[in-house]
């Protein structure tokens, strides 16, 4: 396991991404600023507060040089790790909650209040879908060419036919709150404010299994490989090696310090988790 603390003057960690080689961490923290370390040697390649509000999300560009910020006032921030330099600032008309890039091409999605953005390559002219409630949570299949969101209700977008694939509702789905893929983009997980983890078909939405993981709200959801990770409202994470079409699942970590976010590297292997003042990185196996 490695270690990396994280500067005095710096606020908790929020979110957390690598970059798309694997080797380096980028850390999203509560008083605006933005770290990135070299994995292999240890080495702060990045810090820097670029606002004095807190940092929601962190992402990186598809080519990782730079990182893509959005933060509670309502502005999305890309800069350039080698030099710092302001790429682009973008404001919005509410917090910028998620940035997700797709895992293939070069599109990405922003959600910001009840609106996804979604871009093509450019900042120009986005394809706008509106939910009817704040989106909470969007994750890409691995193939890139779909997508989940969470508002109210839970619904995949095919972005290649512009077209929803299908919506679970309240029906379906009670107070569903995150979302993420499976690695072969077969199956979707749901975590709902009541705790658990609902297992969906990704292609037609049929529900296969329901997994009670906690008491509390399931705030993150990410699919490694193979395990899926949880982490819920009293900021308590845990590793569950799941079956997902049949009832069977294996706790295979339970962490006892209080986490504030994580993610799993590009191959699903290994996985990033950010206390109050360090990130540790770890086999996800």
Same mark, same amino acid.
């Given at each position: ?60 560009? #598809? ?69 009817? *409630? ?68 990704? *292609? ?31 900021? #308590? ?8 079409? #049949? ?39």
């Amino acid at each position: 396991m490695k270690t990396f603390s994280l500067p005095r003057q710096c606020g908790n960690v929020v979110a957390l991404a690598w970059s798309p080689n694997g080797h380096l961490i980028a850390a999203a923290c509560e008083d605006g600023t933005a770290i990135v370390w070299h994995i292999p040697s240890g080495e702060v390649v990045f810090c820097r507060r670029l606002i004095r509000t807190r940092l929601l999300t962190v992402t990186w560009t #598809e080519n990782g040089h730079c990182l893509v910020l959005g933060s509670e006032n309502n502005t999305l921030t890309v800069i350039q790790i080698r030099d710092g330099t302001l790429v682009l600032s973008q404001m919005f008309d509410a917090p910028v909650k998620k940035i997700s890039f797709a895992p293939r091409g070069r599109r990405f999605l922003v959600a910001v209040g009840k609106t996804i953005f979604m871009y093509d390559d450019q900042w120009r002219a986005p394809l706008q879908i509106i939910g009817p *409630s704040p989106v909470l949570d969007v994750a890409w299949s691995p193939t890139g060419g779909r997508f989940a969101a969470v508002c109210c209700d839970v619904f995949v977008y095919n972005v290649l036919r512009r077209r929803t694939v299908y919506t679970l509702t309240d029906v379906d789905v009670c107070e569903p709150c995150s979302v993420a893929w499976n690695v072969n983009g077969k199956d979707v997980a749901i975590g709902t404010a009541k705790g658990t983890i609902q297992i969906h078909d990704g *292609s037609t939405g049929q529900r296969f299994t329901t997994y009670s993981l906690s008491t509390h709200r399931i705030s993150h959801l990410s699919w490694g490989n193979p395990c899926l990770a949880a982490l819920d409202d009293c900021a #308590e994470m845990t590793l569950w090696d799941l079956l997902p079409r #049949e009832h069977s699942g294996i706790l295979t970590q339970r962490y006892p310090s209080v986490q504030r976010a994580f993610a799993f590297s590009p191959n699903g292997e290994h996985i990033a988790t950010g206390t109050r003042q360090r990130i540790c990185i770890a086999s996800a196996g």
